[in-house]
């Protein structure tokens, strides 16, 4: 979670800044921005620093700590721990007051302490929802990274040789003839990796995953379907919990992608089921997590993000760009349209350039992994017969305002079990994959 800085040497143990603090690590000097640390541990004359990935013993006494973090939203809570507010779960008051971490951990506060504790951790939740107001507003003034779409251009998509394909295809060396060529043809074919609660540790899933990418000198494509909004989901109130725990998901996965590339498909669906008989403070609770999320992954350098815009026969053209207005669409690279359903290429890009048009001009993805056949039932979305793989993905497939062609759901993979016979959502499923490839017009 930190990384290494050829710095000046800093005179003393701990160096603070506005976004984090070095330390002298032996020979070294390591920063560790705010977000990265839990807490600081006194070990008799000296504190042991704990980040969420590594630990650094210092030199220094608990004091220098909780003076110095105090205005970074770190306060000592007993004798031995400054815990940093941004990873506490919930304050329990009463005989014996304690801070629970969003990791389940409980740190007990001394009674002493326990006012002190409880105001300066309700006035850092107003300062942070403050700053994320003011940050909102400048959503829609300013980018706040120069487009590098050109540098992705002419690059090539990474391949996972360890996807569910590649594991089914060396799973089954007796596959032959047709049945083996579809599989193979779709193995050695890019699709996103798609990322949610399943990746408790989304930052060491993440970098694994560009460390391999990087290594065949390839862009890696991930879709980020993290946020608490789903059909069986959608019929609750969210909670402040589950906003909180989405922020934090983010920061991580946003420290993960920084300085690399990648291509971002952000919260397929999510925008498209806002509204739909939905209370308004519900909405802005998904809106909160939303702006925040554009916010935190717009600022990484090389990242393209691309927030999902549904497809052709979901919202009216004119509704979804109010939606991505609201959600801050200046703010990334662009958004997606038809991410895992069945709407043809030409039907798509027509959607999308209406869309495009109402934004000035903003370019979008398509998702073109199973819409080689096209369907006209915008019902009919969960496995359904017929469908074909549609064109290869392609970045800049020169077509008006396109940046790329992607495979984001990736051919094979079940959409649900709405009927009996089909398997859960994200399972291989072989028959279903050897029907796209029938229906496909791919060469195959």
């Not at 064109?391 to 497939?397: F, M, Q, S, T």
């Amino acid at each position: 979670m930190q990384s290494e800085h050829t710095t000046p040497a800093v005179p003393s143990q701990v160096q603070v800044t506005d976004d984090g603090m070095y330390l002298k690590d032996g020979l070294s000097t390591v920063f560790f921005k705010w977000f990265e640390v839990l807490a600081i541990v006194s070990e008799e004359h000296q504190s042991l620093v704990i980040s969420l990935k590594r630990r650094v013993l210092v030199r220094e006494s608990l004091k220098v700590f909780e003076t110095d973090l105090k205005p970074y939203g770190f306060i000592r809570i007993n004798r031995q721990v400054v815990f940093n507010l941004r990873y506490v779960k919930r304050f329990i008051a009463g005989a014996n007051p304690k801070l629970v971490s969003i990791q389940g951990e409980s740190y007990p506060i001394t009674r002493r302490r326990k006012i002190a504790v409880r105001r300066e951790y309700e006035d850092f939740l107003a300062r942070e929802k403050e700053r994320e107001d003011k940050q909102d507003t400048r959503l829609f003034s300013f980018r706040s990274k120069v487009s590098s779409h050109q540098d992705l251009a002419d690059g090539k998509l990474w391949v996972n040789p360890h996807s569910k394909v590649n594991q089914f295809l060396s799973s089954r060396p007796d596959l032959k003839g047709e049945s083996r060529d579809i599989v193979r043809l779709i193995a050695e074919t890019s699709s996103a990796t798609w990322l949610g609660e399943w990746n408790e540790n989304v930052y060491s899933d993440v970098k694994s995953i560009l460390q391999q990418a990087e290594s065949t000198g390839s862009i890696p494509v991930f879709a980020i379907y993290r946020l608490f909004l789903r059909d069986e989901t959608r019929r609750r109130a969210p909670t402040l919990a589950q906003v909180v725990g989405y922020k934090r998901w983010i920061q991580q996965l946003a420290l993960a992608l920084e300085h690399h590339k990648a291509i971002v498909i952000l919260e397929p669906n999510a925008l498209s089921m806002i509204d739909e008989g939905m209370p308004r403070e519900w909405q802005e609770f998904y809106f909160d997590a939303l702006r925040f999320a554009v916010a935190t992954l717009s600022r990484l350098p090389q990242a393209l993000v691309y927030l999902d815009a549904g497809h052709a026969f979901w919202r009216k053209p004119v509704d979804m760009a109010i939606l991505l207005a609201r959600t801050g669409i200046d703010f990334v690279e662009g958004f997606a349209v038809n991410v895992s359903h069945f709407i043809d290429t030409q039907m798509s890009h027509a959607y999308g350039s209406e869309i495009s048009g109402l934004l000035g001009g903003k370019p979008f993805v398509i998702d073109t992994s199973r819409n080689g056949v096209g369907i006209r039932d915008p019902e009919n979305w969960c496995n359904p017969t017929g469908v074909g793989l549609g064109p290869l993905p392609r970045l800049n497939p020169r077509l008006a305002r396109v940046d790329a062609f992607l495979w984001v759901k990736p051919p094979g993979e079940s959409d649900g079990s709405s009927f009996a016979d089909q398997p859960s959502d994200g399972i291989w499923w072989m028959d279903h994959a050897i029907q796209l490839g029938q229906h496909s017009r791919l060469q195959i």
